[in-house]
């Protein structure tokens, strides 16, 4: 696959449908985040403070770092209810732009599972592809 770790990348301009992700197979469309994870979390009982800020409500959150990878995905925050929840379906290839944090911001990573996926019992995986994006 091709990498772009630690390269600034301009992506201006750039179609995301058009890249190969993981293994090679295509890219679905970007997925934009607030936030990822940069550590196992308790889903259930959490600090809202990821990668160096917290969440608003209705922002979305990739989990990527579980203990337990079939728990990984983008979940959306409820503030009232202080919860995070399932945002959709995980797509083969899907692709995830994190748009903030202190390690993460404008980062695109990409699912890299290039089969069927079921939640909740599909290990997940998400790969770094692209460090320093920039959309206009």
Known sequence: PVSFVN???????????G???GSGGSVTPLTVVRRTTT???NLTSFVN???????????????KDQSDPTENGVYVYNSSAQTLTRSGTITPS??????????????????????????GSTNITFEQIVTNAVFA
């Open 94 to 119: 899907m692709l995830i732009y994190v748009q903030l944090g202190n390690v993460y911001a404008k980062n695109l990573f990409v699912n890299s599972n290039q089969s069927a996926i079921t939640i």
């Open 39 to 41: 550590e196992n979390i």
């Open 49 to 63: 403070h990821f990668d160096g800020g917290s969440l608003s409500n209705g922002n979305k959150l990739l989990v």
């Open 7 to 17: 390269q600034n990348v301009d992506f201006t301009g750039a179609t995301v449908t």
């Open 19 to 21: 890249l190969s992700g």
